[in-house]
């Protein structure tokens, strides 16, 4: 490898792996065997140290997942292998649009098929051990049967249209950037209805008092809420979560059953109001707007280095050893030139993010007249799903997009309401 940018590349990629490898260990370093008091009596003895444990194979079997990633990229990449499959796919005779299709889609599934080991080693194995998985053998098999699917029917015809928009338009990339958020829009209001229910069952709630609190508080704080309906998360883990759906004045609430079983109507309730609580602060709002400008410099750069005349781009495709500049391998080539920087631009979000949360969680004490509820129903996920309760400071800046349970706890303590 003698080309400057291709080095570059390499250099990035090895140097952000020994940063997660780094703060992986010093998170695994941080463990404390000694219970914080703050959740005594939620977890005993046995169950912290069984979250620590769930703590240390985790972090292990991502440092084996990201160390084999890495060394295959650099393998395949080194070997000459885009530049193989660039040969190949255009021996088909296809335009350039099925060319770019086939292209990406080899990469794709090869991606997919040495993906799933990792994921049935960490489904099976991993969570099985730690009692939280309920996939089995038949669901995990329908459901990357209908990924695929999805992809073909989604994914390629947005590629396509990608493809086509930059071979076909002058200023593609502002063409491109307004159809893709276009159908980013689409998609985040379809899906609910359309896509979600191919994975999982959304029971109507029925009614009693969990509903009847849950629209109490909506009303208070004038929330449109329209739906509430119970997800049945059991089907593949005991983890538990919540969300919301929908734009304008349809939103909609999902509760994974499991939830519902272990915690309070009034803990519910507090974990409701928190993620009303990032409507009323326009929080999803501003992250869209957020995406959709970062959407709009991605594009550009796509143009950069998709462009036949530009140095950058044949600099680029000479690293990969690509003869011909083509939109659909760079953009393979842009997104792991660009994995430096979007780690930055991460690193901005995860701040802002947990800035969001611990905003979140005030209007939920707020809105319930006390921050109790929603302590305790924190403290309950902690247990339920094993939470690293004593993460070290650097994972926590690198990768936490919500606060470590400790320090929203004791945020929601300090407030005066």
């Known amino acids: 490898m003698t080309n400057g940018l291709g080095i570059f590349i390499i ?45 240390r194979v985790t972090s292990k079997f991502d440092i084996f997942q990201s160390t084999f990633n890495l060394l295959l990229t650099l393998t395949f990449w080194l070997a000459g292998g885009f530049g193989w499959l660039d040969t190949l796919v255009r021996g088909f005779g296809f335009n350039l649009i099925f060319t770019g299709l086939c292209f990406m889609g080899i990469l794709f599934l090869g991606q997919t098929l040495i993906g799933i080991p990792f994921q049935i080693y960490s489904t099976f194995v991993i969570e099985e051990k730690f009692g939280f ?44 950037w307004l159809a893709f ?30 509903k009847d609190e849950i629209n109490a508080v909506a009303k208070k704080c004038e929330f449109p809420l329209t739906e509430i309906h ?42 409701l109001a928190h993620e009303i609580g990032h409507f ?11 995406g959709i400008v970062q959407g709009a410099v991605l594009f550009y750069l796509i143009g950069v280095v998709t462009d036949p005349a530009n140095p950058v781009a044949q600099s680029l495709f000479e690293a990969f050893y690509v003869e011909k500049v083509s939109v659909y391998a760079g953009l393979i080539f842009f997104f792991i030139l660009f ?15 947990r800035k969001h949360e611990f905003e979140a969680d005030a209007y939920a004490a707020n809105a319930q007249g006390t921050p109790d509820h929603l302590i305790d129903s924190l403290k309950q996920l902690s247990a339920d799903n094993l939470v690293n309760l004593t993460p070290h400071p650097l994972p926590v800046f690198l990768d936490y997009s919500h606060p470590p349970m400790l320090k929203r706890i004791e945020a929601l303590r300090k407030l005066k309401i």
């Open 11 to 55: 250099i990035s990629l090895i140097v952000l792996w020994n940063l997660d490898l780094i703060s992986t260990l010093l998170n695994l370093k941080a463990l404390d065997p000694k219970l914080p008091k703050e959740f005594k009596g939620i977890f005993t003895e046995e169950k912290y140290a069984q979250s620590q444990a769930y703590t």
């Open 133 to 176: 998985n309920k996939t089995t053998a038949k669901t995990f098999i329908i459901d990357q049967f209908k990924g695929l699917i999805l992809m073909a029917i989604i994914g390629a015809p947005i590629l396509a249209l990608i493809l086509w928009i930059f071979q076909s338009i002058e200023n593609a990339w502002i063409w491109a």
């Open 181 to 210: 958020t276009i159908i980013q829009l689409l998609l985040t209001y379809l899906a609910p209805t359309y896509l979600l229910p191919l994975f999982n069952k959304f029971e109507p709630m029925e009614d009693g008092e969990l």
């Open 230 to 271: 119970i997800m049945d998360g059991s089907k593949r883990s005991t983890k538990s979560n919540a969300f919301f759906t929908g734009f304008g004045k349809n939103k909609k609430i999902a509760l994974f059953d499991t939830l519902i079983e272990k915690h309070t109507v009034k803990g519910l309730v507090g974990v």
């Open 280 to 290: 009323k602060c326009k929080h999803i709002i501003q992250r869209m707007v957020v």
């Open 339 to 353: 994995s430096p920087v979007n780690r930055i631009l991460s690193l901005l979000s995860n701040i802002t993010s």
